[in-house]
């Protein structure tokens, strides 16, 4: 693996904050344009609500912002973009027509046809998108996504579901982190004292974003999994960490312990190829009944955060059911490290420069 | 309606708080005796970690707490028990030998095939079973139950469901508050920044105490509901108040505004009887995205936190399922709430006394 | 007391919300007008995001907000001013200029020395100032203000303290509530698990409003007290009540049964005029180690929340030394009802019409 | 530094965990020997409530917890005591007698006057105490005590305030952790939307002990500093870290300069020996408004949560007074972190073994 350079757009948000956290030590991407909107011309310690205990690595500090604009990045082969949704598309397909590898968290561009929307450990072979999209869009550049932060854990445990066991009903009910709404994002006021039972198109791309990741690409294009999915999103007064309640139908008999056995085996492309970001064991099962929990498990894996916690793995209602608790860390696993560990596969598969 | 004179034993747990709380200014009945276990021979206002705002009332600071014995509560109509598990039978079963009438909010005696586990708006007619309970017992008294917290909520919103649309399943996700494990109860350092996904029991309570409440009296006995249920418990930072995310499939095309419309004009036996403690409509449903909320909604109601709220009534995955999110407080509709409400309609039914 | 008409500015904010909540069921005042900036044209009910569980009074739900315009609340007796202070200057003076009695919770004419900062219970005599007030401004109408929520329970025990005790140095530290940062205010993320040290400009106000409050009137003008004090401010995860230490030094030795019987007894001109929001005794004292509490004294007096709890009086390092814990409710005492008791002293005095 | 073998009373409970956590890595202490009262007898993974999300490091999580006896110590150099204060004083002094040199964080002995109260970059000097402790109390072994939480970081502050500017009064305000009430400790109920203003015998141990710590060794024996303090003890709902607030005057005019540069440049005997655990600077000054917060600067230092933090330091009333917040980490600096350093002080200045 050569060494690949790197700009991230919206560097100053709370996603953006994230990467800089990850990709400080990182031995193969190096970091080295930041950009921003309103903060672009200021030193990004200066401009950043820094919302991490340990302190901003000194070389990011003192970096300039720059304008979130193709000229920023020059050099760079690859560019993060850890943009608000609104101005994602067009700042988005600006670099792509401009020649760069754009690997992003937003979900612009998410569902488009020929955008591979990935999670490495489910859908490697998603990205031969990737090998068309350039020539039907005219652009030189190229762009990849990764998955809204609550899709991410469920569709890396369905995964395996679905290919040993042919799961196929899904119902779910989140217990949301706050830092999933950025920052300033939920107000103490709201959530004090509270559950909120609603997290606005959450639930919507919960299901539309799982089936095209679980889905098969045939023909250059990506038939969608047909799982039917019932989905309820609320939020919880935690910090960091997704929890989730997966109720699973099955075609046949599943015995709990099958199931606990396929998801602490599950092992996937990423692993192979030893990507760097790459936790070693993608899901955790804890035995215990009372885990996982967001405050203890959502640092899990051999790289802290990438690996989902699984619990409770026990039958539902009849021998063909299922049900377990998963828990996945929301700006990990489910933003900067799904998006870093993309760019790792696309450079080892040829895909970045 | 006669005044009733009524008796608590654990009157200083925090169910027991609740039921002074409630009692205060009640129209018929009248809290007379309060008994404890360590508490027995302080004065109550001595005795209790108090955990409301509003102070103590003055008649019952100053009351001494006498033991838990029949002999403390001669003269008393009703006795009712907010006892922990582990004391209740023995204890309850001593005051009904001694001819007391005990409703019990512990889950000692719920499950007792000749012992009726009360919600009044869903099965007031289960209270027949104390005709037989006495003789089969040699007990002068009787005992009457109410279900745990988690269930009240749940089996007054499926009771419509079912008789007016043949709900035949129902996948359930709670998040429940922290008063439901009483005081102390949970460690501070347990559920800061964390949620809980496991609560002792209480998954299995909630789908066999439900089957029951559900269930139809003939021939002298209940036979229990065979709606089968999948519950996943979970405890989350909110102080009162379970909120409850159901997905829910019946036999036939079901509209959510069909729906909406049977669950918001539930009325039952304590509405028509005029119940002190009955709420107008028992079952409040909101339109607004983001409701049900633990703080807003628990005391909903016309009878300040005897209804249930519900909200989000959605489709499920085809026409034939519902989703829906329902909130109840569970120390009050969950807890002393419906004991009272079952004491009033065993008085206005001659159970009492 | 004769039937007074006031228009509120600033209706649908955290504080506006506290006024409508206080107002609806007020013997004297009757809240016609709902002045707004951006909701104005809207129906208030649609506006506002409403934060407490009692729903909003029908008739204020279906009020449409007017423009913060004197015209908007023609035939209105008093305009109660809610608005942020950015704003509050330019709007209030327009109001006062064209007739208005305006009686504001905003920062921005508290200082000014011609504008009285009103506590009643502390000061009602600075209402003097108003006589002068429109003369030399050329206004038909007039402004009075009420002081920062941090100030009103400190200021109220001060008075007592300084005028039977002669107390000359304070030193203080505040937790304060979430909800004096208004709404959406102190972000989640910012607040879960930590205390924030600093409140901007809040440590400044506290010292200068406490001396005006404390002051004395001759000549027509306020000689602020010249008591020193230190103050520093926190906000904490509460949501209503600030909560402060005060380390009081005296000229002389003082008991602390002494103090404890002093700030007991106190109670002024709202109390013999038995204003409506006065509550009978405006210092309640505990004797509980452990009291005050935010969750369970902010509502504490006859008028809930118009009381200020204090508690854990003792000696401090000598015997001219005292120490106490002091509450108030910052939206009800230190905001909504200190001006709702204002404009009632104004009514009662006929500085109002 | 030879190798150091250490034994540990306490292990389970939340300050013995910290020791596990601190003592797993370190380069000359060795933690062999686990001890506890009821956990006797269990491997300690199985009798633990394990607090932090790193797991138990698979070597303790398998040892089998001894009883309390020095017979389960022997070969120990050291053994260190998380006991509650209860049984402290028989146990500790047990071990003592058979030899054992104890460093204890339990208040038993912290009075005592022939005990050092250490925290090694205040008092040093003070293990000259332990030269004459073995031969008056009959003991092979001795004892050493380290102080409450709350002082740790408070003495550390005022050592060099003193020293440098004759510090001669302190007037604190404590915003404290739930971790120092250990576990279960504050039950959720309590703190939940609340602040606890008291905490027993916190006040008088705070100044008590800090008096001690800041006392002068002479003709064998400590004079406590004269310092006269007023402390206010208060539970926020933070889990970790211990926020200040401290008004100190001087008997001269100070500036807030000459105070920061005191501080940051502060350093003493651990940092001239280069113990493993201390941190290169004692005092970390911050200079933002809005720092120190217990989230962001528990774990400040070059070893995480050695280090106490400083911010806000400004002027008091007047030229002779400062006021500043500082904050440390409870359960690492106030606890298991100030004992490791007094061990490795110890055992480098020969009281061990």
């Known amino acids: 693996m050569t060494q690949v350079k790197a700009a ?3 560097a100053t948000g709370a996603v953006g904050q994230r990467y800089i956290n990850m990709l400080g030590k990182h031995p193969t991407i190096k970091l080295e344009i930041l950009m921003g909107g309103e903060s672009a011309g200021k030193k990004y310690g200066e401009a950043v609500h820094w919302l991490f205990p340990e302190a901003i690595p000194e070389e990011y500090a003192k970096a300039m912002v720059k304008t979130a604009d193709p000229e920023s990045a020059k050099g760079c082969d690859i560019v993060f973009s850890a943009l608000p949704t609104e101005v994602a598309r067009d700042i988005e397909e600006k670099f792509a027509r401009a020649g760069f ?7 612009a561009h998410r569902m488009d046809e020929d955008v591979p929307l990935m999670i ?11 090998e068309k999209q350039g020539k039907k869009r005219g652009w ?6 990764t998955p809204n932060c609550t899709v991410t854990g469920l569709a890396m445990v369905l995964k395996p579901l679905i290919d040993a066991h042919g799961a196929k009903k899904a119902i779910v009910t989140t217990m949301q982190a706050l830092s999933g709404a950025g920052y300033p994002g939920v107000p103490s006021l709201a959530i004090a004292d509270n559950v909120i039972p609603y997290i606005k198109n959450e639930e919507e791309k919960v299901a539309k974003e799982a089936r095209k990741i679980l889905g098969t690409l045939s023909d250059g294009t990506i038939k969608p999994h047909d799982i039917p999915m019932g989905v309820t999103c609320n939020r919880v007064a935690v910090m960091d ?3 989730e309640t997966l109720y699973a139908e099955f075609g046949e008999e599943v015995e709990p312990q099958k199931i606990v056995k396929t998801l602490a085996g599950f092992r996937s492309e990423p692993q192979k190829l030893k990507l760097p970001t790459a936790p070693e064991w993608p899901i955790v099962v804890r035995s215990e009944n009372d885990r996982p929990q967001p405050r203890l498990d959502r640092m899990a894996g051999s790289v802290p955060g990438m690996a989902v916690t699984v619990g409770r793995v026990r039958s539902g209602i009849d021998k063909k059911a299922i049900q377990l608790t998963l828990l996945s860390h929301n700006t990990i696993r489910g933003a900067a490290g799904t998006a870093i560990l993309t760019a790792e596969l696309m450079d080892r598969e040829g895909y970045t420069g």
């Open 140 to 145: 030189k550049g190229k762009i990849a996504t």
């Open 241 to 243: 960490g997704h929890t």
């Open 8 to 10: 991230l757009l919206g």
């Open 120 to 130: 490495p450990e489910v859908n490697a072979e998603h990205l031969k998108l990737l």
């Open 101 to 107: 590898t754009v690997v992003s968290e937003a979900s």
